[in-house]
């Protein structure tokens, strides 16, 4: 677990939750109660709604703590990369300095070397200004989880936009239930500070509830279209705008996009994508670097 100190980070994580602490409060208080107190809707409506709440907290804060797929710093000063078909030395036998990988910690011709974090990182991983880092498959660093989206949350991003859908959705229907179903005099049966009748009062929360979920509705619809595109092409958003900034053709790829899907989300069922679980990683995902060199007896 870990979370990042970026001020612009908090701040927007804090102005997340209390958006919706207040769509909570506003939806159940001045929609829902005065709307659907007679019947038993109110508390389904209101278990819904907030079923739907929980479900964005936990989604975002598995994005926010999870490890995105940070690439381990090598702290061996004398660990070379071997590669296949690069060679810096026309040496064949090598110097008596050279260390043997094993099998596991082999570095093929596609990975490289930091030259920001001196990490050895593998083919698709990117460098993060902000956490300082390079990221695994690496897709953009988002502040409204104040945490990189890469190979290891990206399930939990995706899971974090739909269910901020949702809930953006059901409580547009609730708020045009409660105004269809309305009283004809305004009458909410809540009073406001000094007694008032709460109809005005009732009409600014609708107004601003209505931005608000409006807001984050058709920002989530946006963002998530990008992140089915971006994992349907197999091709993270960094890599879209270097292979735009080469004018190279995008690469084919003979996958399917369920199977693209799966790579994100898991090989279980499909309804466990819409869980909010970690996603088992094999020992071949981990990156491990030797502390020092091994030795051969000769």
Not at 108 to 133: F, K, L, Q
Not at 135 to 151: A, F, L, S, Y
Not at 179 to 188: L, V
Not at 207 to 230: P, R, T
Request: aromatic share 10%.
């Amino acid at each position: 677990m870990q979370f990042r100190k970026d001020p612009c980070g908090i701040f927007c994580v804090l102005l997340i939750y209390a958006s919706l602490a207040y769509a909570d409060y506003a939806l159940s208080r001045w929609m829902i109660i005065p709307t659907f107190s007679e019947g038993i809707w109110a508390p389904v409506h209101m278990i819904i709604f907030n079923t739907f709440l929980l479900l964005v907290v936990i989604s975002h804060a598995r994005t926010m703590l999870a490890d995105p797929g940070i690439v381990p710093l090598n702290k061996s000063s004398d660990l070379k990369i071997r590669r296949q078909a690069l060679e810096y030395s026309d040496d064949e036998s090598g110097s008596d300095n050279e260390i043997f990988l094993r099998p596991e910690e082999y570095v093929g011709e596609d990975w490289s070397v930091c030259t920001r974090c001196e990490s050895i990182r593998p083919p698709r991983a990117h460098h993060c200004r902000v956490c300082r880092r390079c990221i695994r498959r690496m897709d953009h660093h988002c502040p409204w989880v104040n945490n990189c989206v890469g190979e290891f949350n990206q399930k939990h991003f995706l899971q974090f936009l739909i269910y901020v859908g949702l809930c953006s959705g059901y409580a547009l229907l609730v708020i045009i239930h409660s105004w269809i179903n309305h009283a004809d005099d305004g009458e909410t049966g809540l009073k406001g500070p000094r007694g008032q009748n709460g109809h005005h009062i009732k009409v600014v929360h609708t107004i601003m509830l209505s931005i608000e979920a409006l807001l984050f509705g058709m920002f989530v619809l946006a963002v998530s279209c990008d992140q089915l595109s971006a994992i349907f092409n197999d091709e993270t958003a960094i890599e879209s705008v270097q292979r735009r900034n080469r004018r190279s053709p995008r690469r084919s790829r003979r996958i399917s996009k369920i199977s693209l899907l799966r790579g994100v989300c898991g090989n279980g069922p499909v309804w466990s994508w819409f869980i909010p679980c970690s996603l088992s990683t094999s020992e071949r995902d981990v990156i491990h670097f030797p502390t020092a060199p091994p030795h051969y007896d000769v």
